[in-house]
């Protein structure tokens, strides 16, 4: 086997990795209180704070128009709420409320719960391998925001693998 398709192999054992891990973190999530797109959102005021709409759209990845409705449900329910600008009154900010992050912090509580029992079952190693894993991870998350200005990559049907799964 060449450098080349080993690389790739390793590259594709990686991205169904990850997609696997995506798909538990998906299951593990609280169903019908808010969309992932909305978590996300809310998510990112509570990390980056206050954002201006049109910047939370292309963060997010969702059209202007989709993105008001977004915080327009957010602002009905107490989550989120649009302030002026501090320096420009001209410019709207969307800030997370404290009952948004609360929202956000139970969620993310309900995840550990259940994460943490799945995590009593892998050995001390293992767990420690995906302790040393999370710097990458979250680079390579940070690689691909949206903000980088990177775009989903749709590659052609004949790469395209069969699931071992």
């Known amino acids: 086997m060449t ?16 997609e696997r891990l995506i798909t538990l973190i998906r299951l593990l999530t609280p169903s019908g209180e808010i969309s992932l797109t909305t978590a996300s959102t809310l998510a990112r005021l509570a990390t980056e704070g206050p954002h201006r709409l049109s910047d939370l759209a292309a963060r997010e990845g969702v059209t202007q128009p989709a993105m008001t409705q977004l915080v327009s449900r957010l602002e009905r329910n107490g989550l989120a ?11 709207v900010m969307v800030h997370i409320t404290p009952a948004g992050q609360q929202l956000l912090d ?9 994460l943490a029992g799945l995590l009593d079952e892998l050995t001390l190693e293992q767990e420690q391998a995906i302790a040393a894993a999370l710097p990458a991870l979250t680079k390579l998350a940070d690689l691909g925001a949206p903000a980088a200005g990177l775009r989903p990559v749709n590659p052609p049907t004949a790469a395209v693998r069969p699931s071992s799964d």
């Open 106 to 114: 139970q969620r993310r509580s309900q995840r550990v719960t259940q």
């Open 81 to 91: 709420e649009r302030r002026g600008h501090s320096d420009d009154r001209r410019v």
């Open 3 to 18: 450098e080349v398709t080993t690389h790739s192999a390793e590259r594709y054992a990686i991205v169904a990795g990850l």
